[in-house]
């Protein structure tokens, strides 16, 4: 069975920090990359930051500078350091991995709330 299950979210200040964690059980989390999303309400998911299985990222031009994604294989897990957070980042955040291979199943957390504001 597999399970994505992100942690670390919560009320922050603007200017503020969060660091989001995504635990993984269930898949050879080394050949998957990991993604964060997020939706803010009345808005479309959005891609947030990327991690290849490689360890190539990539970031939404709105969090460049601001949010660092990293995974650490031994554990299992992707993070997201937020930082300098604004109101306009206040959303659900989830957890993805995929192989991003035809035929193949993409899975995601449950997600965690994160709202910047005073």
């Known amino acids: 069975q597999v399970q994505l299950v992100e942690s670390g979210g919560g009320l922050v200040q603007p200017g503020g920090s969060l660091r989001l964690s995504c635990a993984a059980s269930?898949?050879?989390?080394?050949?998957?990359?990991m993604s964060w999303y997020r939706q803010a309400p009345g808005k479309r998911r959005e891609l947030v930051a990327s991690?290849?299985?490689?360890?190539?990222?990539n970031y939404a031009d709105s969090v460049k500078g601001r949010f660092t994604i990293s995974r650490d294989n031994t554990k299992n897990t992707a993070s997201l350091q937020m930082n300098s957070l604004k109101p306009d980042d206040t959303a659900v955040y989830y957890c993805n991995a995929d192989r991003h291979v035809v035929g193949t199943t993409a899975y995601w957390g449950q997600g965690t709330q994160v709202t910047v504001s005073p």
């Open positions: 991690i290849t299985s490689g360890g190539s990222t």
């Open positions: 269930g898949i050879v989390f080394t050949i998957y990359a």
